[in-house]
């Protein structure tokens, strides 16, 4: 397999790892194992240079990452050569660091043109729905009708939803391009939507691959083995990991590399 693979059926290329942006927007309310600085502009904008430099050209954001959106709208240069996956449903009030639901069809409007504001463009990628965990109940919701309406509208390119559920993901495969689902070397209960996805041509990428950053310390390189695995399994599309570290982007990129250099074998 190639760094660079097809985003399911959706006509979009995507890298084989995605660079998340929780951490340049966000320092509330996030479960990390360690504490953070959000970086400041100059920090931004090399980490972005060095993600194209290695390959990277996915970048996620959410309206529930604090300042990521602005801040990559402000920073981003090049905009056509990135795939840009940003979400629907969760608000954070920066604020006070919580966190609130809306999945009404008239809020994934607002959400949507106020993420095209925000990021500064004119169309977006790929958006995906925030759920909260009832994954059935917000897509009898009619929220992704609403999203395939706003891609009918030409506004978005690709819809689906960031699931927990394995009956969610699968649900969202079969009425939308692509789902992100939770896979690691800890926690496998959703294969069978990358299943479901790979045998109907549709999109899945990865969140929470390294469990964020908890995965067993008694593994010899946990990230190496990490993203041998699931970059081996088919039907994957690109793993979204956040990172602000450029060693830790640089090395990530690297075993990423080789693990497609090893499934492809």
């Not at 996030?30 to 400041?40: E, G, L, M, Q």
């Not at 050209?57 to 905009?79: C, K, V, W």
């Amino acid at each position: 397999m190639s760094f660079m693979r097809p985003l399911g059926n959706t006509g979009l290329t995507v890298s084989a790892l995605g660079l998340g942006t929780v951490k340049i927007g966000r320092d509330k309310g996030v479960k990390y194992p360690n504490s953070f600085t959000i970086p400041d502009d100059r920090a931004v904008t090399e980490l972005l240079a060095q993600a194209q430099d290695l390959g990277i050209n996915l970048i996620d954001t959410a309206p529930a990452y604090g300042h990521s959106e602005q801040r990559l709208g402000q920073l981003m240069s090049q905009r056509q050569d990135w795939v840009i996956v940003t979400k629907v449903g969760e608000e954070f009030d920066n604020n006070s660091g919580d966190s609130h639901f809306d999945f009404s069809p008239e809020h994934v409007r607002f959400s949507v043109e106020r993420s095209l504001q925000r990021l500064n463009t004119d169309y977006l990628d790929c958006v995906l729905i925030h759920s909260d965990g009832n994954d059935l109940a917000i897509i009898e919701k009619g929220t992704l009708d609403a999203l395939n309406d706003l891609k009918k509208a030409g506004l978005i390119r690709a819809t689906g939803m960031s699931t927990k559920t394995v009956a969610g993901g699968i649900a969202s495969l079969n009425h939308a391009d692509m789902a992100m689902v939770t896979y690691n070397l800890h926690q496998q209960d959703e294969a069978p939507v990358i299943e479901h996805a790979a045998a109907r041509q549709k999109g899945i990428l990865i969140k929470k691959a390294f469990a964020s950053g908890h995965l067993n310390d008694t593994l010899d390189d946990p990230v190496r083995e990490s993203l041998d695995q699931i970059l081996g399994i088919a039907g994957v599309s690109s793993i979204i990991a956040g990172t602000i570290n450029p060693a830790h982007l640089q090395e990530n990129v690297a075993k990423a590399r080789q693990a497609c250099k090893m499934a492809a074998q």
